[in-house]
């Protein structure tokens, strides 16, 4: 056995022992530190060399001498056993630690993964359709086959089985979905749930089995040609609903329906002739002024009586339906988007004007795909837009029939 030290610790010295290192006989030691808190630790020489294990807590609450003195007799054999209980502990704690994450790592689904990111980025996603879109694709398409998957497990095969049945049919659709899917598992690994490549990769990957985006139809916004536009303005001005007025004012300011419906009195200045929509309604994230010509602030004065928070608001209050501008164009018979107006207004600038491409680009709020022209371009260029809408807005009052030359009307009455 091994030899006692003449003054062994009793439970009485461990509780009164000052600060410092008190042994007890057999590599069991007390450790006081200033602090008072106290610790026992078993000492040993293994090939040379001296280590120190801790056992744990001393005194109240924690292991008291006797246990200690057990714990240290059953290290003293494995060190005899030339076993380093140290690195024995360590090994084991390494072990129980990545059974634990292979447990968790098991039970964490693709959907949980997907969910956990969608509640942490949808704050920073502006358009409330957006956040829709990935909740609705993901129940529709992904989840039926890898939503109860354990994340760690999801293959190639699983997003190809996903993807193929609606990549050709559904291009738009299914380039998104692919995209969802590489963000939730980048996510995935980040957290540590997967480990590898990630197979909705596309470059180097999926591009090598599923044919490119290039050579598929992208499904562009059907838009009426530009010629019939004026046809369709007049048309509008049968009809004596807050859709048909907002229709008009969207293409006679080119913005985009979102833009457009969400808009409030706060933005407009009628006296000025502007309307500035702040950067948070912006695709772009950054503001835009739109300049309002005479008709579309006459459109805007025959709906301020209305009393609305919103330019154009819906008849059971607050903002006018995003689907009421498309449903009038349905119910006239009229086989195009909302959107594609902005398409027959860029046609009509590149081909019946002379304005500079970056002015009508503007007028769109497109980004400027130039880096360094974006970096030193500061100004909107408002003047030169303005001239460019108010033409815009005498083409759409004209019969059409001319390209050179519009034919300027009376705008209707505000009633």
């Known amino acids: 056995m091994p030899r006692k030290l003449h003054n062994a610790l009793t439970p009485l010295a461990v509780k009164n022992a000052k600060p410092g290192r008190h042994g007890d006989g057999g590599g069991l030691h007390l450790l006081v530190k200033p602090t008072g808190a106290r ?37 003293r054999l494995k060190v005899k056993a030339g076993i380093d209980p140290i690195e024995e502990r360590d090994r084991e704690a390494a072990q129980a630690l990545a059974a634990a994450q292979a447990a968790k790592v098991a039970g964490t689904t693709f959907k949980d993964v997907a969910s956990a990111y969608i509640a942490a980025n949808e704050g920073s996603w502006r358009n409330p359709k957006h956040r ?38 559904k291009p738009e659709t299914a380039s998104r979905i692919r995209g969802r899917i590489e963000t939730v598992l980048d996510s995935a690994k980040a957290r540590g749930y997967r480990q590898g490549e990630n197979p909705a990769l596309w470059r180097g990957h999926l591009a090598q089995i599923l044919p490119a985006r290039t050579r598929l139809s992208r499904g562009h916004h059907k838009a009426l040609p530009y010629e019939e536009i004026p046809a369709f303005v007049r048309s509008l001005h049968e009809r004596e609903a807050v859709a048909a007025l907002a229709l008009e004012y969207t293409i006679l300011t080119a913005a985009r329906s979102g833009e457009v419906i969400g808009a409030t009195w706060a933005e407009v200045d009628l006296e000025k002739g502007i309307w500035t929509i702040p950067a948070e309604r912006m695709k772009a994230a950054k503001e835009h002024r739109v ?44 086989d195009a988007t909302v959107h594609g107006f902005r ?3 860029r046609d009509w600038a590149a081909e019946c004007t002379g304005y500079a491409h970056e002015v009508a680009e503007m007028a769109l709020a497109h980004t400027i795909e130039n880096k360094v022209e974006r970096a030193y371009r500061r100004g909107d260029l408002f003047d030169k837009r303005r001239r460019l809408m108010a033409d815009w807005a005498i083409y759409c009052a004209s019969d059409g029939a001319a ?8 705008t209707r009455s505000k009633a």
């Open 343 to 345: 398409s027959g207004f």
């Open 291 to 334: 300049p309002l010509l005479p008709r579309a602030v006459a459109i805007l004065e025959s709906l301020e009586p209305l009393g609305s928070l919103y330019l154009f608001p819906g008849p059971q209050g607050g903002k006018l339906s995003g689907m009421a501008m498309s449903m009038l164009m349905r119910r006239m018979k009229v």
């Open 403 to 410: 390209r050179g030359e519009v034919i300027p009307i009376g």
């Open 132 to 169: 829709q879109q990935w909740r609705n694709t993901l129940d529709t398409y992904v989840y039926p086959v890898i939503g109860d998957l354990p994340v760690a497990e999801v293959e190639t095969a699983h997003v190809l089985k996903i993807l193929e049945p609606i990549w050709k049919e």
């Open 39 to 75: 610790s026992w630790v078993f000492r040993f020489m293994l090939n040379g060399k001296s280590r120190d294990g801790g056992l744990g807590a001393a005194g109240q609450g924690g292991m008291s001498l006797a246990d200690a003195r057990d714990e240290a007799a059953a290290l």
